[in-house]
């Protein structure tokens, strides 16, 4: 059975592990107020709406 030689380093340890954030895609939700998609647990972009009401003051498009 093959045994490594030398201890990996902490930067090719880091680097290996570091693709696996990669592989996630953050989940998307439809906005009940403006049915824009939005990140959970965060305030829409679109509408500024946050649990039913409103928290941000978002500026008309166009």
Known sequence: MGVPKRKP???RQRQRRAYNS???LP????CPQCA???VPHRACPACGHYK???VLTVKAQG
């Open 27 to 30: 989940q998307v939700s439809l």
């Open 22 to 24: 990669v592989l996630t």
């Open 9 to 11: 380093s902490h930067s």
């Open 52 to 54: 039913g009401r409103q």
């Open 36 to 38: 824009a998609p939005y």
